[in-house]
Structure formats: C-alpha cells, structure tokens
C-alpha cells in the first residue's frame, strides 16, 4: 500500500541556511500535517492544510512557512536555520472527516551545524 | 486545553508475556479521539490503535487492546505476548475536534520507551 513519502530522509545544513522538506500524502488523503519532533521529546505540531488551504497553525516559528500544491504534495520552508532546529520533521496525512487515524511519513532528519 | 499524560518514561517485560503502557487524557470536549502510535529506534511513528469517545467497546488490532475507562480518562495500551519487535518508544496521542474548518491535529504525551527482554 502507498504510504506518506518525505524527501529527503537526511539533511545537514548550516546555520543561517536555508531547507525545504517535501511530502507526499497517500493518495486520495487530502489533510497534511507537519510536525517537529526534537532529540527525546514527543511530535510538536507545526501546520496543517486541508484542500491546499491551512487549516491549523501551531508552534511554528516565523522563520518557517509551509504550503500544499494543487497535486496535494506539501513542502515545509525554513530559512535562517538555528542549531534548536534540529529535528526530527513529520509529514502526516488523512483522509478527511471524523477521526480517522493520520499515517506518518518516515521523517526528515535534519540537523544544523 | 487537551494533554495527553503518559506516567511511564520506560517499561521492561519479559518476551512473550503482556505488558499495559498507561495514558491518561485531559479535555472538557465529549467528543475525541485516541490514538496510539509506536516509534521504533529507526524514527518512524506507526499507527497501533484508535479508540473514539463514543465507542462502547475497547478497541482491539491484533496483540494491540486499548483499556478505554471513561470516567477515570484513561486509555491504556495492552500489548499481550510481547515480542523483541515490540522494543521501540509508544506515543499515546489526542485528536482534537474537527470544529470550524479545524483539522484537528493530534496532541501527543511524552512517551514511554517499551523494551523487551528475551
């Protein structure tokens, strides 16, 4: 079965750099959710879209912004990367309505140095 | 607001025996989902369990149960006859309502690290 595809799996970047995680949801899901998950803590969540339009904002700095394409793949932007931003980022998605369970991409491991 | 309070930062059980990871949870809102997620060491978050708040009956899948007490607002994860496999952090987690365009993004507790001894 199709799952939640993220790219890429590893990231190293520098401070003050810039980072772009892409998502892809299982298809037909059309509700993505992105969430950071530092060393030894639980999934914060980030943002959500639901049609291609947010529907949810959490602790998401400024520094980040995120949007969903008209193919319902969505991409987490992050510019003037910070050491704390090191992470752990999920792609999550569902299919709408109710409480249907959100499938987790694999993650994007990244790290700032 | 919604929390999620997992008491239980490790647990170890011995193989093929049955372990409970408890989850407590904290909303003023009757209508809610609950979920279980596990983390093994490698990274990604795999769906277990999902219980709703008005479901009569525990959920089951599999060696997974959920022990949903209502009143006492718990919703324990039941693994019976462990397996090494089963080594890995679980997540208990909370949807909130889907209200007002709302998605309803998923409130997660600490965590406890499950290991299995063979």
């Known amino acids: 079965a199709a799952g939640v595809i993220q790219s890429p799996r590893h990231l190293i970047k520098e401070k003050r750099e810039t980072a772009t995680l892409k998502c892809y949801p299982i298809p037909r899901h059309d509700t993505v959710y992105w969430y950071q998950q530092g060393p030894g803590q639980d999934p914060q969540f980030l943002i959500s879209f639901y049609e291609k339009m947010q529907s949810d904002k959490g602790s998401i700095p400024d520094r980040f912004s995120a949007q969903q394409f008209s193919d319902y793949h969505s991409e987490l932007n992050m510019s003037s990367l910070e050491l704390g931003d090191s992470a752990l980022y999920f792609c999550?998605?569902?299919?709408?309505?109710?409480?249907?369970?959100?499938?987790f991409g694999q993650g994007t491991r990244l790290t700032v140095v | 607001a919604q929390k999620i309070t997992q008491t239980q930062p490790g647990m170890f059980v011995q193989e093929k025996e049955a372990v409970t990871l408890d989850c407590t949870y904290d909303t003023s809102d009757p209508s809610y989902g609950l979920f279980w997620y596990k983390q093994p060491s490698s990274g990604e978050m795999i769906f277990l369990i999902y219980q709703g708040s008005y479901d009569q009956q525990n959920a089951t899948e599999g060696r997974y149960s959920l022990n949903f007490q209502k009143a006492r607002k718990s919703a324990n994860l039941v693994i019976s006859a462990s397996q090494l496999g089963d080594s890995a952090m679980y997540f208990c987690?909370?949807?909130?309502?889907?209200?007002?365009?709302?998605?309803?993004?998923?409130?997660f507790g600490k965590g406890t690290k499950l290991s299995v001894k063979p």
């Open positions: 999550a998605s569902r299919l709408p309505g109710g409480y249907t369970e959100a499938f």
């Open positions: 987690a909370m949807r909130e309502p889907n209200y007002g365009g709302s998605q309803g993004n998923l409130i």
